[in-house]
């Protein structure tokens, strides 16, 4: 089964990602205020929850970078964190930039298994922080909307996982230990822009309506 972005402990405390590291890399309470006043900002000023989680994860390599003594010019964590992620870099560009990382002593492996997805960044701020972001017009619709679009998908993985344990059972498939992903994402053809739908929704616009 797919990890969620947050473990409950059995005190009902909530294990985050997202808080862990801020831990582990000692980045200070400041960062998480700032994540969450970006959230929640107004609609000119606020951050969605993607480029939330590139500016942890640039902070992620920023870190890792100065503490393996690397000198960081203006511009190179941006640089190196788009050729160890972007879809359009080249599987050459992405090796170079990684043996540079570890010719530093950087342990790039760790760093991209630390790096945080927009749903970690989405619990940490409801969960840990009890942030919440209010629409102006049609919020309680909209979140509405998305809260029965997660319960579809929490019970269309629950059933499918179900079934699937019953067949491996029965011997009518063969499968070792595995992960089992539902996702519901939309694309806007204008923009070629792709979300999760709920991402979509909590961001409240694509990148055609992004000034």
């Keep these: 089964m797919a990890p969620d972005a947050n473990d409950t402990g059995s005190d009902g ?25 970006l959230w929640t900002a107004t609609e000119s ?14 902070r992620l390599l ?9 000198s960081v010019v203006d511009g190179e964590v941006d640089n190196l ?18 043996r540079r990382l570890e010719r530093n002593g950087v ?8 790096f945080v997805t927009y749903q970690a960044v989405r619990s940490y701020l409801k969960d840990v922080r009890g942030a919440a972001y209010e629409r102006k017009q049609d919020g309680n619709r909209v979140e509405n909307v998305a809260e029965t679009i997660q319960r579809l998908k929490s019970r269309t993985q629950s059933v499918a996982e179900k079934n ?10 063969s499968i070792g ?11 806007c053809e204008e923009c070629n822009t792709q979300y999760g739908l709920v991402e979509f929704l909590e961001n409240g616009r694509c990148d055609c309506h992004t000034e």
Excluded: H, P
């Design 13 to 37: 405390t909530v294990n985050s990602k997202v808080a862990r590291l801020i831990g582990v890399y000692d980045l200070g309470a400041e960062l998480g205020d700032r994540l969450e006043a």
């Design 45 to 58: 000023e606020r951050e969605s929850l993607r480029t939330l989680a590139d500016r942890f994860n640039k």
């Design 62 to 70: 920023e870190t890792a970078m100065n503490d393996a003594g690397m």
């Design 81 to 98: 964190y788009r050729l160890l992620n972007a879809d359009d870099v080249s599987s050459g560009n992405r090796t170079e930039a990684r």
């Design 107 to 114: 342990d790039v492996d760790q760093l991209e298994q630390d």
């Design 164 to 173: 699937i344990d019953q067949l491996v059972k029965s011997e009518q498939v």
């Design 177 to 187: 230990e595995y992960q089992l992903f539902i996702d519901v994402s939309i694309l």
